[in-house]
């Protein structure tokens, strides 16, 4: 996803409450320098996982490389391959 840009806004999410948390993606908002986490993964203190993202946008669900991140995200909240 290098230098994909998301028709959607970049919100402000730092820091992730989580220290254990895996940041999948980092966006940056138009006119900023900040960079903000905008994917990532944890697993819960009972064992369950949990996939975020910022990312929704109408048009990003028209983008391959969105599609394969949700559907990456679904197999690994499965445990599948």
């Known amino acids: 996803m290098n230098n994909w840009k998301s028709k959607g806004q970049v919100y402000k ?3 992730i409450i989580d220290p254990n948390a895996v940041v999948l993606l980092n966006g940056k908002p138009r006119g900023k320098s900040d960079i903000e986490p905008i994917a990532w993964t944890r697993n819960t203190a009972y064992g369950g996982k949990v996939f975020y993202t910022s990312l929704g946008y109408p048009t990003d669900f028209k ?3 969105f599609i394969q ?3 990456n995200s679904i197999h690994w909240a499965l445990e599948k391959e």
């Open 13 to 15: 999410v730092k820091p």
């Open 69 to 71: 991140l949700l559907i």
């Open 63 to 65: 983008q391959a490389p």
